[in-house]
Protein backbone atom coordinates (compact mmCIF):
# COMPACT_ATOMS: atom_id res chain seq x y z
CA UNK A 1 0.00 0.00 0.00
CA UNK A 2 1.74 3.29 -1.21
CA UNK A 3 1.27 6.97 -2.81
CA UNK A 4 3.82 7.94 -4.93
CA UNK A 5 4.31 12.01 -6.11
CA UNK A 6 6.25 12.80 -9.45
CA UNK A 7 5.93 16.19 -11.73
CA UNK A 8 7.93 18.21 -9.53
CA UNK A 9 10.50 20.56 -11.24
CA UNK A 10 11.67 24.22 -11.72
CA UNK A 11 9.22 26.83 -12.65
CA UNK A 12 9.58 30.38 -13.32
CA UNK A 13 7.02 32.53 -11.37
CA UNK A 14 3.44 32.98 -12.99
CA UNK A 15 4.15 29.14 -14.27
CA UNK A 16 2.39 26.03 -14.12
CA UNK A 17 3.12 22.18 -12.54
CA UNK A 18 1.21 19.20 -12.40
CA UNK A 19 1.62 16.91 -9.61
CA UNK A 20 0.51 13.01 -9.40
CA UNK A 21 -0.27 11.08 -6.58
CA UNK A 22 -0.63 7.68 -7.70
CA UNK A 23 -1.92 5.12 -5.59
CA UNK A 24 -1.09 0.85 -5.77
CA UNK A 25 -2.54 -1.88 -3.54
CA UNK A 26 -5.62 0.06 -2.78
CA UNK A 27 -8.38 1.98 -4.91
CA UNK A 28 -8.60 5.65 -3.94
CA UNK A 29 -11.99 6.07 -4.61
CA UNK A 30 -13.36 6.45 -1.22
CA UNK A 31 -9.96 7.76 0.53
CA UNK A 32 -9.49 11.40 1.85
CA UNK A 33 -6.36 12.79 -0.59
CA UNK A 34 -4.41 15.36 0.95
CA UNK A 35 -1.56 17.61 -0.41
CA UNK A 36 0.66 19.01 1.88
CA UNK A 37 3.91 20.66 1.43
CA UNK A 38 7.51 21.62 3.64
CA UNK A 39 8.64 25.26 2.63
CA UNK A 40 11.61 26.13 4.11
CA UNK A 41 11.95 27.58 7.14
CA UNK A 42 8.29 26.40 8.14
CA UNK A 43 5.87 23.35 9.37
CA UNK A 44 5.12 21.27 6.74
CA UNK A 45 1.31 22.64 6.13
CA UNK A 46 -1.65 21.45 4.47
CA UNK A 47 -2.49 22.48 0.80
CA UNK A 48 -5.37 21.04 0.01
CA UNK A 49 -7.78 18.01 1.27
CA UNK A 50 -10.00 16.31 -1.27
CA UNK A 51 -12.66 14.13 -0.09
CA UNK A 52 -16.91 14.35 -0.35
CA UNK A 53 -15.87 18.11 -0.93
CA UNK A 54 -12.03 19.74 -1.43
CA UNK A 55 -11.14 22.52 0.58
CA UNK A 56 -7.80 24.49 0.02
CA UNK A 57 -5.43 25.99 2.04
CA UNK A 58 -6.10 30.14 1.72
CA UNK A 59 -2.19 30.46 0.34
CA UNK A 60 -3.21 28.58 -2.74
CA UNK A 61 -7.17 28.96 -3.31
CA UNK A 62 -8.12 30.14 -6.95
CA UNK A 63 -4.27 28.80 -7.76
CA UNK A 64 -4.37 25.05 -7.33
CA UNK A 65 -6.75 22.12 -8.43
CA UNK A 66 -7.22 18.85 -6.99
CA UNK A 67 -8.86 16.69 -9.25
CA UNK A 68 -9.37 13.11 -9.25
CA UNK A 69 -9.01 10.46 -11.88
CA UNK A 70 -10.38 6.94 -10.65
CA UNK A 71 -9.84 5.32 -13.26
CA UNK A 72 -6.24 5.94 -13.28
CA UNK A 73 -6.26 5.61 -9.42
CA UNK A 74 -4.02 9.18 -9.26
CA UNK A 75 -5.02 12.02 -7.97
CA UNK A 76 -3.37 15.29 -9.39
CA UNK A 77 -2.36 19.02 -8.28
CA UNK A 78 -2.73 21.53 -11.08
CA UNK A 79 -0.75 24.77 -9.76
CA UNK A 80 -1.19 27.73 -11.46
CA UNK A 81 0.50 31.11 -11.04
CA UNK A 82 3.20 29.69 -9.32
CA UNK A 83 5.16 32.29 -7.12
CA UNK A 84 8.77 32.27 -5.02
CA UNK A 85 6.95 30.94 -1.81
CA UNK A 86 4.74 27.95 -3.21
CA UNK A 87 8.94 26.65 -3.91
CA UNK A 88 9.46 23.40 -1.36
CA UNK A 89 8.60 19.52 -1.17
CA UNK A 90 5.07 18.43 -1.80
CA UNK A 91 3.55 15.46 -0.13
CA UNK A 92 0.32 13.30 -0.81
CA UNK A 93 -1.22 11.66 1.71
CA UNK A 94 -4.15 8.88 1.79
CA UNK A 95 -6.58 8.77 4.55
CA UNK A 96 -8.81 5.54 4.66
CA UNK A 97 -11.51 8.42 6.61
CA UNK A 98 -13.42 9.76 3.62
CA UNK A 99 -13.80 13.07 4.75
CA UNK A 100 -11.29 15.85 5.63
CA UNK A 101 -10.58 17.62 8.63
CA UNK A 102 -7.85 14.51 10.17
CA UNK A 103 -4.48 16.02 11.26
CA UNK A 104 -1.74 15.05 9.69
CA UNK A 105 -0.48 12.52 11.95
CA UNK A 106 -4.04 10.78 10.96
CA UNK A 107 -3.29 10.34 7.44
CA UNK A 108 -2.69 6.36 7.18
CA UNK A 109 -0.09 6.26 4.41
CA UNK A 110 2.40 9.24 2.70
CA UNK A 111 4.38 9.30 -0.84
CA UNK A 112 8.18 10.58 -0.54
CA UNK A 113 7.76 13.77 -1.74
CA UNK A 114 8.53 16.16 -4.75
CA UNK A 115 10.42 19.48 -5.05
CA UNK A 116 8.99 22.46 -6.27
CA UNK A 117 10.81 24.79 -7.00
CA UNK A 118 9.65 28.45 -8.35
CA UNK A 119 12.37 31.20 -9.23
CA UNK A 120 13.43 33.55 -12.36
Known amino acids: VQVVESGGGVVQPGGSLRLSCAAS????????IGWFRRVPGKEREAVSC?????YYADSVKGRFTSVRDNAKNTVYLEMTSLQPEDTGIYYC?????????????????WGQGTQVTVSS
Open 25 to 32: GFSLDYWT
Open 50 to 54: DARNT
Open 93 to 109: AADSLFACGSLQDEYDV
